[in-house]
């Protein structure tokens, strides 16, 4: 072999060589991280650790996980991220606050790496292994495959079956839709009780106009509620069904330049010519008014541009056929059922009980003119409003289902929908533990996935 040839020969064996080298190190070292990672997570969690766990195919949830963690730090909570595959599913019992953002494959099955995890649910028998703990779940998918978010939903109901309670409702994102994965940073903010995080991405907003602001609840003992008139931009607006959501963009700064968006169930139909909104005024232990709600019922004035995005909701659309329906609300809760029962009365369907829960009759009846209507002309059967302090004992909505159990049972077994909306510390759970006594917690569970049982609430 020429002088030449040898020299190229032996560059390319030196080359080889290096580059075995090189791989052989770098599976060393990411063995040693990954066994550093382990090791961290078999240590003892710190008690007010909260986990955020993961199962990713291509890494898009494992990125998300790494954000949702980096939004909780913000507040100063101590966070854990593992993938699934790093976790034994009885360790869980370990934390008191979850949160897992998964994704879904084939036939709602988990990515590959969480099979493992997924089959040691299926050994794990319901019980209460997780009894006293939290969780949430953001389930990522595309609704162009018939088990959407199969896995997700798997994960929830399997939580839930195993004693742990819901910090807030299963967060569905269908291909990657920033509405749905701005919803869960709005929860995120709460959890960290950080209300200025600004938004992962943020929305494109429409130009809506603030016609009228009128105040609902003149004397309450509560915080102002207000009902705003938003009128749509010249060129028109996106439009949106009874139960869709109204995303604002405060025009207000808050400790600096920050602009999260804040959300509102959306009380109008398209057909009533513009987007009303219920507004409780809220501010904070210091009195300075609340950045959405200040902004909508005090700052902006009528006449001035509001900057709104419609958010579709499809959990919390009305039911397609004259099932009857149960609707359930506290407060400004009112909101989203107002649109429901305006778009039951549009589509002629008149089986609807409303229970409407506030503090005083006097002072908190709002849109008690527009019920007293719906109950004239047949749009309500059934209509019942539980006041909290007009008795010397405290008197809610799950107290009225309560009351009215064999009623609530006997539309169910009709056929009713079950739709919740208000407020999610207090209510939301008080009616769900009343559901379960009076209809049994698995057929609550049946008619949950049947789409029967739907809540809005936050
Ligand atoms: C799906 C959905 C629908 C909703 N529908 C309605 C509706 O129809 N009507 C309605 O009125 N609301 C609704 N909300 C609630 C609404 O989105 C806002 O959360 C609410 O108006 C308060 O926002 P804010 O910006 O005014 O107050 P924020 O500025 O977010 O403050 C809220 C509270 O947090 C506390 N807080 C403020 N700053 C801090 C801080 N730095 N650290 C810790 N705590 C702080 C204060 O106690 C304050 O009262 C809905 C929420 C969701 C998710
Ligand atoms: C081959 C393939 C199969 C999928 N199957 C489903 C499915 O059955 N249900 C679903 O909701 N999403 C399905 N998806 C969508 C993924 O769950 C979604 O893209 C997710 O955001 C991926 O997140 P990841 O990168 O963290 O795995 C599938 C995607 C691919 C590429």
Not at 71 to 84: D, E, H, I, N
Not at 228 to 248: F, H, K, M, V, Y
Not at 429 to 455: C, F, K, T
Request: negative net charge; glycine residues 10%.
């Amino acid at each position: 072999m020429s002088q030449p040839r040898l020299i190229a020969a032996a560059c390319v064996v030196l080359t080889w060589a290096l580059l075995c080298l090189w791989a052989w190190r770098r599976a060393r070292l990411q063995q040693a991280q990954h066994a550093r990672a382990q090791q961290a997570l078999d240590a003892p969690a710190p008690a007010d650790a909260l986990l955020v766990a993961y199962a990713s195919q291509t890494g898009y949830a494992e990125a998300l996980a790494a954000q949702t963690a980096q939004s909780l730090r913000a507040g100063g909570l101590t966070v854990r991220v593992a993938a699934l595959d790093q976790i034994d599913a009885a360790r869980l019992a370990d934390y008191r606050r979850m949160l897992f953002v998964v994704s879904t494959y084939g036939e709602g099955d988990p990515p590959d790496a969480a099979a493992a995890f997924a089959g040691q649910m299926q050994q794990i028998p319901a019980g209460a292994m997780l009894a006293g703990a939290q969780y949430a779940v953001l389930a990522l998918g595309d609704s162009e495959y018939a088990h959407f978010c199969g896995f997700g939903r798997h994960l929830d109901h399997w939580l839930h079956a195993q004693g742990a309670a819901p910090l807030f409702d299963l967060v569905e994102v269908d291909n990657g839709d920033p509405a749905a994965l701005r919803h869960w940073q709005h929860h995120l903010g709460l959890l960290a009780g950080r209300s200025d995080l600004p938004d992962w991405e943020a929305p494109v907003y429409e130009s809506w106009r603030l016609a009228d602001r009128t105040l609902l609840n003149p004397g309450s003992q509560g915080g102002p509620c207000h009902l705003l008139t938003l009128t749509p931009p010249a060129e028109g607006s996106r439009p949106w069904q009874a139960g869709d959501i109204a995303e604002i963009g405060p025009r207000r700064e808050r400790g600096g330049a920050l602009q999260a968006h804040r959300e509102y169930s959306i009380a109008s139909l398209p057909e009533d010519g513009g987007i009303q909104l219920l507004v409780r005024q809220m501010r904070g232990p210091d009195g300075a008014l609340g950045l959405g709600s200040g902004w909508l019922t005090h700052i902006a004035q009528p006449g001035d541009e509001i900057a709104l995005r419609v958010r579709a909701n499809r959990n919390f659309h009305a039911p397609a056929d004259d099932r009857p329906m149960i609707l359930v609300a506290n407060g400004t809760g009112l909101a989203g059922l107002r649109a429901l029962i305006k778009a039951r009365r549009a589509a002629g369907h008149r089986r609807n009980w409303l229970i409407f829960g506030e503090r005083n009759a006097a002072c908190d009846g709002f849109c008690g003119e527009d019920i007293a209507r719906w109950r004239q002309d047949g749009t309500l059967e059934r209509v019942d409003t539980v006041f909290s302090r007009d008795q010397a004992e405290r008197r809610y909505v799950q107290d009225c289902l309560r009351e009215q159990a064999h009623a609530v049972r006997a539309w169910v077994d009709a056929g009713a929908a079950v739709y919740v909306c208000g407020s999610l510390q207090g209510m939301a759970g008080g009616v769900d533990d009343a559901l379960q006594d009076i209809l049994g917690a698995q057929r609550l569970q049946d008619l949950q996935q049947a789409g029967r049982y739907r809540r809005d609430v936050y």
